[in-house]
Structure formats: structure tokens, C-alpha cells
């Protein structure tokens, strides 16, 4: 069996489910108008800045219990039971919910049901971590000849590291989940995937303990959509214009790369699925990668999530087969960036 035999399923998906027809109305939505509300911002410098008009966020699920959502969403796709999967790699960076011991992949196979015995682990790796939960997934089916399907899951919650008094944080990061199931197959699936990182030297993206403000939905309407609450915790900080340039550097780079080493050309790949992080990265990582040859359509969804971190790959990838831009058979890049610094990406075959 090829390396190259191991097929990549659609993406089973969670996002904090839409409760009201108005956004402003919708406290599992933060719109620009909402953000304008708490800081010194407005809609005409976020969209311009970063292309985003509004974010989930998910009040009452822990980060264990949405990515057990999008996996029993993946098995459902697949139509596949808990008791079918030979290993579940859950792949997040958020870890503090009294939930590190044990891990988030245990709770998973608990909610799936899956058979004693097989191993269930978390991978944290940045935004890239679904990528890099992938890779791992890919190698253990080609190491191990008794697994035959590893169920890879990401989830994030990064709204509860956001500072929503922070002006330059709390316009960028909304929650979701998702999943894949990785499984031995005739055809090539995943054909090659790279991933790369370097110490995070200047100290340009982290976490940082100190005071905060956490928002809540409102008890009383009238007053608002969200309350706040301030409160000492782990808060993001990003030296956003440093992240901004090695981000459109290792985006183009890594695409160019993972075409390369698998044997093909640039403009032989049909679709790009990119890290949501900002429309301005994305659109730069375009016209680099459009001057090499790329003639792929870019998958953009980060008007309507923001940043999900791990899991903006993965609702993209699901909105780009939703709307029928990635169809089956298709040669598909997914690329994407974030703290360590690390980087990665994907080049496969649309199952
Ligand atoms: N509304 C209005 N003004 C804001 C603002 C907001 N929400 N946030 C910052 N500003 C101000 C700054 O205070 C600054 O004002 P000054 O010139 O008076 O000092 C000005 O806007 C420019 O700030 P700057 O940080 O240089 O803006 P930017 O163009 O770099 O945009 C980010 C800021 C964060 C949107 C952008 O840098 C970014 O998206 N970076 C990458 C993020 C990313 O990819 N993260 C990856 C995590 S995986």
C-alpha cells in the first residue's frame, strides 16, 4: 500500500447554532455592532482590517463537548458507529477546564462509545493543529496494520481566552468544531502533507495571565446582549503586524511546497482551503501564489466565523463542498498558521 492510500472523509462540523433570524438579536453571534458596543471600534475598520462581520461563541459547551459534537457529526456522515474507530486524535489549545487530565479524546470516545483498547490522545500544535493531528493519524494507519480508521478531531473555544475590553484581540476569534475520519482506501486520498515550525523568539503570539473581561449572555435584554465579567485568566496577545507577515510567507510557501513534493504543479491544484485568520493574509497569500501559477479558487468563509483557529479549515472545507466549490475527485490544498510559530499543509484528492 502507497502512502498515499488513505482517504481523507468529509468534514463533520460544529458551530454554535444560530438562535434568532437577527444577528443583533443572537447572543451565540458577536456582530461588528455588538464589538462597537464594548470598545472603541467600528464595523467599517474591522471589515476593512480583516474582512469579519460577525463570530459564533459558545456559552455553555466545554471544548471536549463540541468536538464531541462534530465527531458524532463525522460518524454520521460516514455512517459509521464509535465502535468502527481504532483511534481518536483530538487536536485543540484549549486546556483549561479542569480537563487535562484526562484528556479531551477520552471524553470523545466515552460520548461515541468506542471499544476498549484503542488509543485516545490530544495533540496541541496552534492553529495547525488539525493538520498536524492529520499527519499524525496518516502515519499511524501506515505504521499500524490493525488500525484501519482514526477519527481526527478539532475544537476551539478561543473566545474565552479573549479580552473583550482589548480592542486589536476582540474582533478576531469566534468558536467551532470539527472532525474527520482518516481510513485505509483503493484510491489516493491524502497525497502529501508538510508540516514545519520555528520558536516563537520575538514573543509574537501567546497567552498571558492578568485581568480581563470575559462577555456572558445578558439576563436582561434591555440591557444589552452580553454582560461582562471581569476576571483573572490566560488572555491572547499577538503582535498582529509580525504575525501578519510571516503569515503570508508560510501560507504561499507551504502551498507550493506540499504541490511540489507530492510531484504536481501549482496550477494543477483546483481549490484552496486557507487558515481564516484575516482576509488581508489570505487575499496577499493569493496574489503570491497567484504569480506562481496558482490558478485554485480560494474557499472564504471568515466573514461569518472569524478566526476558529484549529477548526477554520475544517468549516471551510465544509462550505466549500456545501456550495459545491471542492466536488469529488478534486486536487485540494488546505494551508494554515498560528502560535508556536508553527505552519502546515495538506494537498489531496476530495474523497
Ligand atoms: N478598531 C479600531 N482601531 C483599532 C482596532 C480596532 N478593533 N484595533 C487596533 N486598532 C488601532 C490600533 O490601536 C492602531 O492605532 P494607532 O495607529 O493609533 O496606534 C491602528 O488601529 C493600527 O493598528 P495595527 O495593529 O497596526 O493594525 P493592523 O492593520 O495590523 O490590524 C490586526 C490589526 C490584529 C487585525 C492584524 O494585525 C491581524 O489580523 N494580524 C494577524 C492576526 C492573525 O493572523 N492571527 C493569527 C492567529 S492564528
Known sequence: MSYKNISLSRPGIYVPPRTHV????????????????????????????????????????????????????VLKVKGYDGKDIDEIIFCTNKHHLGQEFKHHAGYVGEVINVRDGIPMHDEAAGCPSALYGIR???????????????L?????????????????????FGD???????????????LEIVTHGKPDRKKVLGLKRGMGFQIKPSDDFSLGKFKFEEKEDNYIYMDGQEVMKFASEAMSEAVHEVVEKAGYALKDVEVIVPHQANLRIINSARKNLKKK?????????IEEYGNTSGASTILAHHEGLERKIIRPGMLVVKVTFGAGLNWAAMLFKQE
Not at 293 to 301: L, P
Request: with cysteine; glycine share 6%.
Open 293 to 301: 501559477g496558482s490558478k485554485g479558487e480560494i474557499i472564504v468563509n
Open 176 to 190: 467551532a468544531a470539527g472532525a474527520y475520519i482518516l481510513e485505509r482506501s483503493k484510491n489516493p486520498g491524502i
Open 22 to 73: 437577527d444577528p443583533q438579536k443572537d447572543p451565540n453571534v458577536i456582530t461588528n455592532q455588538d464589538l462597537e458596543k464594548m470598545v472603541d471600534t467600528n464595523d467599517e475598520w474591522i471589515t476593512r482590517r480583516t474582512g469579519i462581520k460577525e463570530r459564533r461563541i459558545e456559552h455553555y459547551l466545554g471544548v471536549h463537548e463540541m468536538g464531541a459534537k462534530a465527531a458524532e457529526a
Open 136 to 150: 499524525a493519524a496518516r502515519n499511524n494507519l501506515i505504521a499500524e496494520k490493525d488500525k484501519n480508521k482514526i
Open 152 to 172: 481526527v478531531v478539532a475544537a476551539e473555544k478561543l473566545t474565552s481566552f479573549t479580552n473583550y475590553k482589548d480592542r486589536s484581540m476582540c474582533v478576531l
